[in-house]
């Protein structure tokens, strides 16, 4: 979050792009490499346990896009469902560092607010 949050010069200036003076692009990628890699193991770990006989299957998210790659490849494949869980983490925690931070702000608003949470 502290890369995204980061003001970067290539944004206002696009013949920086290139450059990446900061070094925003080149961390970020390597970020989201690692959780990519992330959901690469976990998928990988759900194929491997369906293969298994007897296994049960847990019927989740991850089970139904399985479903659907195994049914029609060209649909869902293994990049696209590991591209839609980052898209899915990563919208999920800025909207929950967003609310936070509205929260905070509110709490800081609301002296007699913030006086109970204080308590809590």
Do not use: C
Not at 24 to 50: C, N, P
């Amino acid at each position: 979050m502290n890369e995204v949050g980061k003001p970067n010069l290539a944004d206002y200036f696009p013949m920086l792009k290139k450059i990446d003076p900061q070094g925003i692009r080149r961390r970020m990628t390597i970020h989201f490499g690692k959780i990519i890699d992330l959901f690469d193991s976990m998928i990988s770990q759900r194929l491997k346990q369906r293969k298994v006989s007897g296994s049960m299957t847990n019927s989740d998210m991850l089970d139904t896009l399985l479903n659907i790659s195994e049914e029609n490849s060209e649909e869902m494949d293994k990049s696209k469902i590991q591209h839609l869980f980052v898209d899915l983490f990563v919208a999920g925690t800025d909207t929950t560092s967003a609310t936070l931070e509205w929260a905070m702000a509110e709490l800081l608003h609301n002296a007699e607010a913030l006086s109970k949470a204080k308590q809590s």
